[in-house]
């Protein structure tokens, strides 16, 4: 099993920063991609961005220029820094990672992190 922590949701004023962290832990051979989606109150969860084991990146069009993910592989964690946030970036935030288990397991699994809220309001 593996788990996911996330820290750095909070409420925050339009025009501020954040940073969200999400680590991994438990059984883990390799991590294919790990990153964040988000889902606000009454819409769909959606991509925000996601980092490969190849470093590199799908980030959303609503967030390019804005926010920056990274990565820690020696911490199996992942980074997202928010700038210039908007109200409408007010979600929660899921991490998200698609993990192999083993050498021999050629499976990748997908985990879920419990979320955390980020509000963005004056």
């Known amino acids: 099993q593996v788990q996911l922590e996330e820290s750095g949701g909070e409420l925050v004023q339009p025009g501020g920063s954040l940073r969200l962290s999400c680590g991994a832990s438990g059984t883990i051979f390799r991590i294919n991609a790990m990153g964040w989606y988000r889902q606000a109150p009454g819409k769909q969860r959606e991509l925000v961005a996601l980092?490969?084991?190849?470093?590199?990146?799908n980030t959303a069009d609503s967030v390019k220029g804005r926010f920056t993910i990274s990565r820690d592989y020696a911490k199996n964690t992942v980074y997202l820094r928010m700038n210039s946030l908007k109200p409408e970036d007010t979600a929660v935030y899921y991490c998200h990672a698609r993990v192999r288990v083993d050498w021999a397991d050629l499976r990748e699994y997908v985990y879920w992190g419990q979320g955390t809220q980020v509000t963005v309001s004056s």
């Open positions: 980092i490969n084991s190849d470093d590199s990146t």
